[in-house]
């Protein structure tokens, strides 16, 4: 049926002899990709703070979280938290003896039982204004970015602060001293949400950050070093400590919880949750919060995020609380919001070749131009590094294995070089048999690649040894399924074992023309772009035509769930293809968006 349908749409694609990735031969190729990667020093293992999807249970490239779609509208709760300081009033020279207090605001207050520091930025001024802590009530000593000290102590409120009546909705404030972000640095403070502390560093403490800014929130960013790259960068700079409280299920680990408003292992996210156990979670609300809201029994389920912030409205820890919204990341496979999580991954070195991807790209004949130059260009001036890891069960696995301290390790690029590898292992005793004992190598029939299976779990069943004689096991992970689509100039004709002459003279490589969605800028254009690149110094095509999307009438993405997707198998039955293509070829060019219209088909029959 599918066939039939590609034939009637006129789609010119060769059914009958397709490339399929998880062939042994096309997993060869592939990894001797890998290999050609490692040769270059441009294959890594780090320990970063990168997207992951606790639904899917994978890290993501940022190519990935930058397909069509995956950034959406969402509206947090967000926080101004107070988090009372030990010793400002000795450090900045304050005569007082009100508390003092640094303000830091959050659209993720879920991430705040992991705080150990806050960041400000050196050269900015910084306000200490004296008034009232909007829910506690208490007069205190508040300090903010002076570009945003109206924000939060409005001058219109007068400076009357003794004659300040409780309650009231206007809250007096007076600026009592500015003074540079620099002096603030090494200032101590007390652990807002008291869980657990950190015993791998300091914690608790002002640092300085290079990304802070004032265009929103406090001045003032605090730092859970596990859940963004800038947190972890600045806090290790600083020897801070880390605090990694939610599992990789994202869930918050046993001890986050306290019996009222938090009760471990519970999604950090709603989304995670189905409205089955969404209901369950609500039934222990109604009961724990019975003391902290007069009617439970009205109450819909509240969000990590909304009962952390309630609980430090509770314990005078609050200073200001509103719903934000901005756009944050979602799985591309699962639709779930994702984490920015500490994951022990394998990355390929994308900018150190950065300048030569641009220069590649501008001899490409783009179609429009404007992608080219525009979204796809601007793409590869800031191409990050790849994360090629992926906690999977199906896919192509890594070819590399390590040894347990990580000091000695291997990337294998071939078969016969897998099977050389093996026999080494065999004679200092590691294992005990050659599973590759039957393959022939140079011998590229059938049935010769069918002796063996390169996937999980058969490929973890095998042990080198290094050259020092210890055992080297494989790295857990697969590859990011897009290395494995960018693979395929190569793969698909089982490069460099087999027809060396397409790749080599030109016969097959670079592609003459290619076309796929303008989704794929991020996606297969890029990764077809990168290894060519990276591996060949080189274009993998010379033209490319970036279609437009099908819309639909009115303009809006189709979507089952929307209910204005157009099924094309009913369309083809009763307008017939030469109708539609006709009319779908008339009505857009190919590169634009096109509203689809079964309208517009009967008029052209």
Request: proline share 5%; hydrophobic share 35%; aromatic share 12%.
């Given at each position: 049926?599918?066939e ?15 490339y ?5 031969k096309?997993i ?5 990709l ?8 441009l ?14 249970g994978?890290?993501?490239?940022s ?21 009372k ?9 304050l005569?007082?003896s ?9 659209t ?7 705080n ?6 050196e050269k900015?001024?910084y ?14 000593l508040?300090i903010?970015?002076a570009?945003l000290?109206?924000?939060?102590f409005?001058?219109?409120?007068g400076?009357?602060l003794?004659?300040f009546?409780m309650?009231?909705?206007k809250?007096?404030?007076?600026l009592k001293?500015?003074?540079a ?9 007390e652990q807002?949400?008291?869980f ?12 300085s ?10 001045g003032?960013?605090?730092?859970a070093?596990s ?25 918050f680990?046993?001890?986050?919880q ?10 950090v ?15 222990k ?6 003391n902290i809201?007069?009617d439970?029994?009205?109450l819909n389920?509240?969000s ?5 912030v309630l609980?430090?409205?509770?314990e ?5 609380k509103?719903k934000?919204?901005h756009n944050?990341?979602?799985?591309w ?10 994951l ?24 429009p ?6 979204r ?8 990050n ?5 992926r ?5 192509i696995?890594l070819?590399?294995?390590?040894t347990e301290?990580?000091?000695e ?6 078969v ?16 005990t048999?050659?599973?590759?004992e039957k393959?022939?190598?140079?011998d590229?029939s059938?049935?010769?690649y ?14 080198l040894v ?5 055992p080297?096991r ?7 399924v ?9 793969a698909q004709?089982h ?16 592609a ?19 290894i ?9 095509y ?10 639909d ?14 099924d094309p ?10 109708a ?17 219209d079964v309208k517009?088909?009967e008029?052209?029959q």
């Amino acid at each position: 049926l599918w066939e039939k349908l590609t034939a009637q749409m006129g789609y010119w694609v060769d059914m009958s002899d397709p490339y399929i990735t998880y062939d042994n031969k096309y997993i060869e190729s592939v990894w001797w990709l890998l290999q050609q990667l490692q040769e270059k020093n441009l294959l890594y293992k780090g320990f970063t703070i990168q997207p992951y999807s606790p639904a899917a249970g994978t890290g993501l490239s940022s190519h990935e979280l930058n397909q069509p779609g995956c950034y959406k509208e969402v509206k947090d709760t967000s926080a101004v938290a107070q988090f009372k300081t030990i010793n400002a009033k000795s450090k900045l020279g304050l005569d007082s003896s009100l508390n003092v207090y640094i303000l830091a605001w959050t659209t993720t207050p879920w991430t705040l039982p992991s705080n150990v520091a806050l960041a400000v930025g050196e050269k900015i001024t910084y306000d200490i204004v004296e008034s009232y802590s909007p829910f506690g009530n208490e007069r205190a000593l508040f300090i903010v970015a002076a570009p945003l000290r109206e924000k939060y102590f409005p001058s219109a409120n007068g400076e009357d602060l003794d004659g300040f009546e409780m309650g009231s909705k206007k809250i007096p404030n007076q600026l009592k001293q500015s003074i540079a972000g620099k002096d603030l640095v090494g200032i101590d403070y007390e652990q807002l949400l008291p869980f657990v502390q950190p015993t791998d560093g300091e914690a608790f403490k002002v640092i300085s950050g290079d990304f802070i800014t004032t265009e929103d929130g406090t001045g003032i960013v605090h730092i859970a070093p596990s859940f963004g790259a800038d947190d972890f960068r600045v806090a290790k700079q600083f020897g801070m400590g880390n605090l990694t409280l939610v599992d990789k299920r994202g869930k918050f680990l046993p001890e986050v919880q306290d019996g009222t408003f938090l009760f471990g292992e519970e999604y950090v996210k709603e989304a995670y949750y189905s409205d089955e156990e969404k209901a369950v979670e609500l039934a222990k609300q109604k009961l724990a919060l019975a003391n902290i809201i007069r009617d439970t029994e009205k109450l819909n389920y509240l969000s990590v995020d909304e009962r952390i912030v309630l609980k430090l409205q509770t314990e005078g820890k609050l200073f200001k609380k509103e719903k934000y919204a901005h756009n944050y990341p979602h799985c591309w496979r699962t639709d779930k919001p994702v984490l920015y999580y500490p994951l022990d991954s394998w990355f390929i070195r994308v900018p150190e070749k950065r300048n030569r991807l641009v220069e590649l790209n501008s001899t490409i004949h783009w179609k429009p131009a404007s992608t080219g130059t525009g979204r796809f260009g601007n793409w590869l001036e800031n191409a990050n590094d790849w994360n090629l890891s992926r906690s999977r069960f199906w896919g192509i696995p890594l070819p590399i294995w390590r040894t347990e301290d990580g000091n000695e390790m291997l990337c294998i690029g071939s078969v016969e070089e897998l099977k050389s590898e093996i026999e080494k292992s065999v004679s200092a005793g590691i294992m005990t048999a050659n599973p590759l004992e039957k393959f022939i190598p140079n011998d590229h029939s059938v049935e010769n690649y069918s002796l063996f299976d390169l996937h999980k779990p058969y490929v973890d069943q095998i042990v080198l040894v290094s050259k020092s004689g210890k055992p080297m096991r494989r790295e857990s992970d697969l590859i990011d399924v897009w290395f494995d689509s960018g693979a395929m100039p190569y793969a698909q004709w089982h490069y460099p074992f087999e027809n060396k002459e397409k790749i080599d003279q030109g016969k097959s490589f670079p592609a003459d023309f290619i076309a796929e969605g303008v989704d794929q800028t991020r996606g297969w254009f890029y990764t077809l772009h990168a290894i060519a690149t990276l591996c060949f110094d080189s274009v993998a095509y010379k033209n490319v035509v970036s279609n437009g999307l099908v819309l639909d009438k009115n303009g809006n993405k189709m979507s089952k769930r929307l209910g204005n997707a157009v099924d094309p198998f009913e369309t083809l039955a009763k307008y017939g293809p030469d109708a539609t293509r006709w009319y779908m070829i008339t009505n857009a060019d190919p590169w634009d968006n096109l509203k689809f219209d079964v309208k517009g088909i009967e008029e052209v029959q």
